[in-house]
Each structure stands twice: as structure tokens, then as C-alpha cells.
């Protein structure tokens, strides 16, 4: 990978937010996180020179992704040829793509070292579907380690929040792995972390768009008590009295089953 990085004269774009793995038995224990991909359809984001691409094609996946770096696309290009091509590339930003639409209406997996600066957002889209179980079977992202403990972290705790709960609610989110930071090429400041989310049964009667905003409102003021924070929700406030959720809480206190719960009280 090193050499044929260096042929080819590429080197990771800051402004992309871009950090190569090249250790190949790293990355095939990345790949292998989903579980068995013979035969199955992966998407991934950003693969730059194609480290986890060759781990995710070596075993067995057939490869669908999204990259925006022109540098990279003749690499990938002879990549998909060496692979019989089952590896295709679109070349474009991820922001922009439907990956459903992409994958045919296919199930699929996505797998992705993603770029630190699209992230979360990405991260946050796929949570978000209305139709549930949505069309990924699993997520496998590399997240700085920070971000990544948030994802999972129990109420109460330091790292609890928005990310928290849209993870929690409907699926099951644990860190399959914790990545040094010596292992990438240039090495972040930062230690990091792959997490793996699969769905799960969806409560009933719950709006996820309404889960999203009450979320975005409770968390984006911590410091301030539920009754500031969602008072810009039409119904949330008399909503917490009735369900006996004291106002005057914070939402760093409200566990993902009371966030649920309110969602639903007032989807009614």
C-alpha cells in the first residue's frame, strides 16, 4: 500500500480531512467486525488510497464507495480491475449521495475510516430514517475516540448526550475496537475508536424527526434546566410534568427511555 501510495504521489489532504491506514492485518480485523461479507454489499465513505477497501474486498464484499479526492480515483480505478470489479467508485461528496438509491434497494453494510471533519453529520443522517429497520444492516466507523465514547455512554456520565441517544434508542451501540494513533499516516492528535451500531426493534408511536429535535433543543444548552432548553417546543414542558419528569432537570439526566417517552407524548 505504502508503495503504491507513493507511486502515485498522494498524501493525505488536511483540508479532507484524511488520515491513511496501511497496516493490512488491522484492517482485515476492521473488515471482519460486521461478520461474514461474502457475496454482501458494503458502502463505504472516503476510501483515499483504498486501505480498508482492499481488506473489505479481500473478504469477499462487494464495495460501493464514495470519494471526492480526484487524486485518488485512478488508484481505485485499478483497484476495482484487480478485483474483478466488484468494487465501484463515485466520485462526488458523501453529503450528497443516497446511498439507498446507490445500493438498489439492497441490504447493506457500511464500513468507514470517516473523514473527521463529515463525521458526525453522516453518523447522524443514518440514525435518522423514518422507515425502520432502514436498509444498512450494520455501521462500522472509525470515530475519534471522544466522539465515539459519547455514542455509547450510559446516562448519567460525562460523555452522555445528543449522539447518545440517537444511537441508543433504536439500535445497539458498542466500540468494537481502539485504534493508536501511530497507526495512521500522518498520525492525528487524537486516539480512535471503531464503533459498530445494528438495529433494533423501534418503539411505537415515537417521531424520529421529533426525537431528533427535542434531543438537538435539550442538549444544545446543558448547563440550562429542561423547562429553558425545550420551552422553544410547543407542548414539551406541560409533556415532562405529565410523564413526572421534573422540569428542572438537566439533559444530561434524562435517560434514552424518558427521551422516548416524551417524543411519544407528544407525537399524541
Known amino acids: 500500500m505504502r508503495e503504491t501510495v507513493k507511486a502515485h504521489g498522494l498524501s493525505a489532504s488536511k483540508a479532507l480531512g484524511q488520515n491513511f491506514l496501511f497496516d493490512e492485518q488491522l484492517l482485515d480485523r476492521i473488515a471482519a467486525i460486521p461478520g461474514d461479507l461474502d457475496g454482501a454489499t458494503v458502502f463505504e465513505v472516503g476510501p483515499g488510497p483504498g486501505g480498508l477497501t482492499r481488506a473489505l474486498l479481500r473478504a469477499g464484499a462487494r ?11 485512478p488508484l481505485l480505478a485499478e483497484l476495482s480491475q484487480a478485483f474483478d470489479g466488484r468494487l465501484t467508485v463515485v466520485a462526488g461528496d458523501a453529503m450528497a449521495v443516497d446511498v439507498d438509491a446507490l445500493t438498489g434497494g439492497a441490504p447493506y453494510h457500511i464500513v468507514a475510516n470517516l473523514p473527521y471533519n463529515v463525521g458526525t453529520a453522516l453518523f447522524t443522517r443514518w440514525l435518522e430514517p423514518r422507515a425502520w429497520p432502514p436498509q444498512w444492516r450494520s455501521l462500522t466507523l472509525m470515530f475519534q475516540l471522544e466522539v465515539a465514547e459519547r ?55 415515537v417521531d424520529p424527526a421529533l426525537l431528533s429535535r427535542l434531543t438537538e433543543k435539550g442538549f444544545g444548552q446543558r448547563r440550562k434546566m429542561l423547562r429553558q432548553s425545550l420551552k422553544s417546543v410547543e407542548g414539551a414542558v406541560p409533556a415532562l410534568e405529565a410523564l413526572g419528569i421534573d422540569p428542572t432537570r438537566r439533559a444530561e439526566t434524562v435517560s434514552v427511555g424518558e427521551w422516548v417517552e416524551l417524543a411519544r407524548a407528544l407525537a399524541r
Open 63 to 73: 464495495v460501493i464507495a464514495v470519494e471526492r479526492d480526484d487524486r485518488c480515483l
Open 151 to 205: 455514542i455509547v455512554a450510559p446516562v448519567g456520565s460525562n460523555a452522555y448526550g445528543r449522539l447518545s441517544v440517537l444511537a441508543q434508542w433504536r439500535s445497539s451501540a458498542r466500540i468494537a475496537m481502539k485504534v493508536h494513533r501511530s497507526a495512521f499516516t500522518p498520525p492525528p492528535k487524537v486516539m480512535s475508536a471503531i464503533v459498530q451500531i445494528l438495529p433494533t426493534a423501534q418503539p411505537e408511536g
